[in-house]
C-alpha cells in the first residue's frame, strides 16, 4: 500500500486486523494471548481424554472454526458478541465438563461422524462460494456444531454415576 492511501490522515497500514476483530481499546494480542493461553491449558491437560468412556474434559480449542463463523457469518458491528462468545469459549475450555470425542464414543457414532462429514462439506461450500455463500446455508452449518454441543452436554449427564 502507498503511504498516499489514508483515511482521516491515518495509514490503512494502521489496522490491518479483519473489521470484525477491530475491538475499541482491545489489542488483537491480547485477544489471541487469550485464545492461546486457553489452548495451551486445555491441550496440556494431561487428564483431559477420558477415551473409555469417549469424552474429553474442556471445550474443544477449535479456533479455526470459531474464526471461519466470525469471517463468513458475524454481521458488521457485532464486534463486542464476538468477543464475548470468545471470552466464553476460553473459559469452557478449561472447565471441567465432557465433550463428546467423536471417533471415540460408541453411541451415536453414526451421528457424530456422518453429520461431521456433512458439515464438513457444508462448510467447503461455503468457502467456494465466499463472500456470496446464501446467508441460510451459513446458519443451517451451525446446526451440527450446536447439535454436537447439546448432546455432549446430555450425553455427559447421561453417564455421570
Not at 473489521?19 to 487469550?34: D, E, F, H, K, Q
Not at 473409555?52 to 471445550?59: A, Q, V
Not at 461455503?126 to 454441543?149: E, F, K
Request: glycine fraction near 6%; include cysteine; aromatic fraction near 14%.
Amino acid at each position: 500500500m502507498r503511504s498516499s492511501d489514508t483515511k482521516g490522515g491515518r495509514s490503512a497500514l494502521d489496522n490491518e486486523t479483519h473489521p470484525r476483530t477491530n475491538l475499541p481499546g482491545i489489542s488483537t494480542c491480547a485477544v489471541l494471548v487469550r485464545m492461546y493461553v486457553a489452548s495451551a491449558l486445555a491441550f496440556s491437560n494431561t487428564g483431559a481424554k477420558d477415551t473409555e468412556e469417549g469424552f474429553f474434559l474442556g471445550f474443544p480449542s477449535y479456533w479455526n472454526i470459531f474464526a471461519f463463523y466470525v469471517v463468513v457469518a458475524a454481521p458488521d458491528g457485532s464486534e463486542w458478541y464476538v468477543l464475548l462468545l470468545m471470552v466464553a469459549l476460553s473459559a469452557l475450555s478449561v472447565m471441567p465438563l465432557r465433550f463428546v470425542y467423536p471417533n471415540r464414543f460408541d453411541r451415536l457414532r453414526w451421528f457424530f461422524i456422518g453429520g461431521g462429514m456433512v458439515w464438513i462439506a457444508s462448510i467447503l461450500l461455503i468457502t467456494l462460494l465466499y463472500p456470496d455463500a446464501p446467508r441460510l446455508l451459513v446458519l443451517a452449518s451451525l446446526v451440527y456444531p450446536a447439535l454436537y454441543i447439546v448432546l455432549s452436554l446430555w450425553l455427559d449427564r447421561q453417564t455421570v454415576p
